[in-house]
């Protein structure tokens, strides 16, 4: 029991008392408001409200409660800097920006698409090619963005959507693991734990409930299928990981979504240099914005400078001598023909296929 003040729209107001320790404000039987000695409870909230603790609120009118409680990285699918929507094969290989995919054999195809599912813009979407043993795909999350969970109770959530009715389809596997040294090799390595959560071929989302070791530095969450064949598979969106029990997905910014996957992965399209002789540049780019670690480098295709009156191409990609910091890379760049020593040059790179850099720092 509890004691009830309730604003009746017959008697008046009406008073209930008990020793319970519990008082509900009530506005014609309904509750607006439950204090007890762990806090205050609003079931809905129009309008504002000021208080200094709110416990069991889901939403902000149908809506988000507020940036940051997402732990992951292009939950939306939103951000595909690699491959800006083509299928890959599944061959151990980033799909959409953070986002992994393994089959085994390197077989099936992943993908970013126009998404089918209900609020979103964007999914990514695995199918299989052929009879399949497994595929996993998955995100390790960085310590630096999850040590403030360790030990504590998490929910993840996720929007999903079965290819079909088939078992290799709707009998997904939501499995997270974990490593004790800081960022070390989790993602499709650590630990496992595991959850069997069968998905229908209408758009739903799910949950799982997951406590992150107290011991972990590095964490992975990854959505699994086991023996399948060609057509079955999934499309997901709107993966979430937030402390204590779900609430409405965290829908940021594409600026700031695009930022949190360049600390990953960029994409540079300008460097300045100058020939050291009449084949080989010496340039250096800056990254975009500060990445994880300092980055491996590489690049689309044969390089191509210019001095403002003629461009010069790579007979053939070679870059060498590469040294940086998380905050830009320097290389050396040999093949190219009639550069004029000691002259400046800049890149001439037109697109993220041919003549461009890409850093890698993921983890």
């Not at 939306?76 to 599944?90: F, H, I, L, P, T």
């Not at 993602?187 to 799982?208: P, Q």
Request: charged share 15%.
């Amino acid at each position: 029991m509890t004691t009830k003040v309730n604003a009746d729209t017959s008697g008046g107001l009406k008073l209930t008392s008990d020793t319970s320790g519990t008082l509900e404000l009530q506005s014609a039987g309904n509750t607006k408001l439950t204090v007890n000695s762990s806090g205050a409870t609003i079931p809905t909230i129009s309008g504002t409200t000021s208080m200094s603790a709110i416990t069991g609120l889901t939403s902000i009118n149908s809506g988000q409660i507020g940036g940051r409680r997402n732990i992951i990285i292009n939950g939306a699918q939103e951000v595909d800097q690699r491959n800006a929507g083509a299928s890959v094969a599944a061959a151990s290989v980033y799909v959409t920006d953070r986002w992994k995919v393994q089959g085994a054999g390197n077989a099936g195809d992943a993908e970013q698409i126009d998404s089918t599912i209900a609020g979103f813009k964007s999914s990514l979407k695995y199918t299989g090619d052929a009879n399949i043993a497994f595929m996993q795909m998955g995100q390790q999350i960085e310590f630096k963005n999850y040590a403030h969970l360790v030990g504590e109770d998490v929910t993840i959530s996720f929007y999903a959507k079965a290819n079909n009715t088939n078992g290799g389809s709707t009998a997904l596997t939501v499995r997270t693991r974990t490593v004790t040294g800081e960022d070390g090799s989790a993602l499709f390595a650590g630990a496992n734990t595991d959850t069997s959560v069968t998905i229908s071929t209408t758009a739903a989302r799910y949950t799982v409930a997951r406590t992150i070791p107290a011991d972990s530095k590095g964490f992975s969450v990854e959505f699994v299928l086991g023996a399948h064949v060609n057509t079955d598979g999934y499309e997901i969106t709107g993966i979430q990981v937030e402390l204590g029990t779900v609430t409405e997905f965290e829908h940021r910014s594409f600026g700031e979504e695009l930022a949190l996957c360049q600390r990953y992965y960029q994409q540079q399209f300008t460097f300045s240099a100058y020939a050291s002789n009449t084949t080989t540049i010496q340039a250096s780019a800056p990254c975009i914005i500060s990445m994880r670690a300092t980055p491996t480098l590489s690049a689309g295709g044969a390089l191509t400078v210019t001095d403002g009156a003629a461009n010069y191409t790579q007979s053939s990609l070679t870059i060498t001598s590469v040294f940086g910091t998380s905050n830009g890379i320097s290389f050396n760049a040999g093949n190219f023909s009639g550069l004029t020593q000691f002259r400046p040059y800049m890149s001439n790179g037109a697109t993220s296929s041919v003549g461009s850099l890409a850093y890698s720092a993921e983890l």
